[in-house]
């Protein structure tokens, strides 16, 4: 059976663990705490393990903690 193609949503909103990885935490905790925090916007979607982060906003975020040495 042919694995349905992802859409251009799918692709661009990363679940809490994708961004846990990209930022190089070993946990989603804190993470969570970001999203709590109001630092990184969430995407809550109506499943199970439904909050996403828009690559968009991540990207963003990180750009806001760039440091020149």
Known sequence: ???PSET???KRLLT???VAKVLG???VNPVYKLITDGE???VNL???GGT???EKDLDIF???RKRVA
Request: avoid cysteine; charge should be positive; hydrophobic fraction near 30%.
């Open 1 to 3: 059976m042919k694995k």
């Open 62 to 64: 990180i750009e806001r």
């Open 40 to 42: 990184l916007p969430r």
């Open 46 to 48: 109506p499943v199970r």
């Open 8 to 10: 251009t949503a799918e």
């Open 16 to 18: 809490v663990s994708e």
């Open 25 to 27: 935490y070993k946990s």
């Open 52 to 54: 996403r982060v828009d």
